[in-house]
């Protein structure tokens, strides 16, 4: 895939607890954002440069509603306006000084920027990460930080077959996990991506088997993966005892991920692992909470190696698609497609 990002797009850009008192400072798609919380809680944010000197904005501080610069005190509001230059209040501010205002919107306890065209930005567009902070679910939150392009934690979320092997300790489901090779439906929905397995008669993973307290035997699991552009993707697990398949749409457990871009080889990763059984349960969620850390660090080790290995191929990092890449295929397709289309307007616009 040619290296860029789509704009006009929501990405998170942190967790709602990070934006606090300080000013964060966070690189989204290669734009220098700053964000923060005003005295009536509401975030914004704004680009991280301020127009008087360029000294970064994030390394300035909150007063009430405004940003102020750390270097000669001007302020700002969320919208980007100009409220104060300390060093001439007796003149007007001037026309256009201001700083670019990013749209923005925090809901299921994150906060979604708009990287693109401010006016266009369309609330109903956010993904619906709802579990996130539903009554109905017990949630454990974690973030990575993970040197390699997005699209190749995308790939991986889309590809499961690789539990088997890189999650041998944590996710994988013994021997008889390597069934995951086989049986995965694909369909496309428009701009979306949807796959489904199920899996009968295998052996418990770790997880399952400390979450859901199945001491011995063999379960039915299913799992769904649902990709969204640009780098959403929404995966369902269930497990049941072996022959209790009817019931497999009981308790289950999802796994919400953003693989937000930082840079073309660094990406943000937020995920969250919202439950819907032993809700509240601290001993469970320590669990979940450690399992996927270790699971992720270990797909985080392997995908910034993958990275590391396609940025000195003299071919230029030529991927191969087998079986289990249906999905992941199916998602390069559909970006590749958006991609271009946003190349072919800007060279429209350009001319
Ligand atoms: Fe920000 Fe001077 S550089 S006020």
Redesign the pocket.
């Known amino acids: 895939m040619e290296a860029s990002f789509l704009r006009d797009q929501w990405y998170v850009a942190a967790t709602s607890a990070e934006i606090a008192a300080k000013p964060l400072a966070r690189t989204i798609c290669n734009e220098n954002l700053v964000l923060f919380r005003r005295a009536d809680g509401r975030i914004a944010v704004l680009e991280d440069r ?1 127009p ?4 970064p904005l994030s390394l300035g501080e909150v007063v009430g509603d405004d940003i102020q ?1 750390g ?4 302020r700002f509001r969320g919208d980007g306006a100009c409220t104060l230059i300390p060093s001439q209040t007796d003149l007007p501010i001037p026309r256009n000084f201001s700083v670019r205002a990013y749209a923005a919107e925090e809901i299921h306890g994150l906060a979604f920027v708009w990287i693109g065209d401010a006016a266009k930005a369309d609330r109903s567009l956010i993904p619906d990460w709802s579990a996130n902070t539903s009554p109905d679910f017990t949630t454990v939150h974690g973030y990575h930080y993970v040197r390699a392009n997005y699209m190749l934690l995308v790939d991986n979320l889309l590809d499961l077959t690789h539990l088997t092997y890189v999650h041998k300790a944590t996710l994988a489901a013994g021997p008889s996990g390597h069934i995951w090779l086989k049986d995965q439906d694909v369909t496309v929905e428009g701009e979306a991506v949807h796959t489904s397995r199920t899996v009968r008669g295998a052996e418990p993973s770790g997880l399952i088997r400390a979450t859901r307290r199945f001491v011995s035997g063999q379960v039915d699991r299913f799992q769904t993966s649902d990709f969204y552009p640009p780098c959403f993707v929404r995966v369902t697990l269930g497990a049941e005892a072996a022959g209790e398949a009817d019931a497999m749409k009981g308790p289950h457990h999802v796994v919400l991920n953003a693989a937000t871009p930082e840079t073309e080889a660094t990406t943000h990763y937020f995920w969250s692992v919202p439950r819907a059984y032993a809700l509240g349960e601290e001993a469970v969620s320590e669990i979940f909470y450690g399992v996927t850390k270790a699971a992720f660090d270990e797909d985080a080790a392997m995908i910034e190696a993958q990275q590391r290995t396609m940025a000195t191929d003299p071919n230029g990092g030529k991927l191969v698609n087998f079986r289990g890449d249906l999905a992941s295929q199916a998602a390069r397709r559909i970006m590749d497609r958006k991609l271009r289309e946003q190349a072919m307007k800007a060279s429209v616009a350009a001319e």
């Open positions: 301020c008087h000197r360029q000294a610069c270097y000669h005190g001007v």
